[in-house]
């Protein structure tokens, strides 16, 4: 597919210790942002915005002594654009509702710097998510 000379990620694939948790805390969250599911199966699901799709995977049991550290070799943080400042308001709102860990609370939202406004949150797997204004 030619994007003009654009590089957009394809996809990204993330392996969860228990899906159920997972499809409850990204699903809600990814179709607030405009995401839309994308495919569903016994041990997976996707969510797609645009040509960009995000899934999640049962991972095997075999695989699930060693949990996931985001400071190890790997995968430290997935960054979502939100629309606004307002916007990251009312996610953190909704975020804090759900019982969702908050990183950084007491610098929230300017844990990045004064001109960086976002909230950081953690999935059930405790794999940093960040949420960002333009």
Not at 2 to 21: P, Q
Not at 35 to 57: N, R
Request: aromatic residues 16%.
């Amino acid at each position: 597919m030619d994007l003009g000379g654009i590089v957009l990620l394809h996809h990204v694939e993330v392996y969860v210790s228990n899906l159920e948790k997972s499809i409850a805390f990204w699903g809600w969250f990814l179709m607030e942002l405009g995401y839309k599911k994308y495919q569903e199966w016994d041990s997976g699901v996707s969510w797609k915005y645009g040509e960009t799709y995000l899934v999640f995977v049962q991972v095997e049991e075999r695989f699930k002594d060693v949990p996931y550290h985001r400071c190890r070799v790997g995968l430290n943080h997935l960054a979502f654009h939100a629309q606004s400042r307002e916007h990251v308001d009312e996610m953190t709102k909704m975020l804090k509702e759900k019982g969702t860990p908050i990183l950084y609370a007491d610098k929230t939202p300017f844990a990045g710097g004064e001109d960086y406004y976002a909230v950081y949150f953690e999935d059930p797997d405790r794999i940093k998510v960040e949420l960002v204004a333009p």
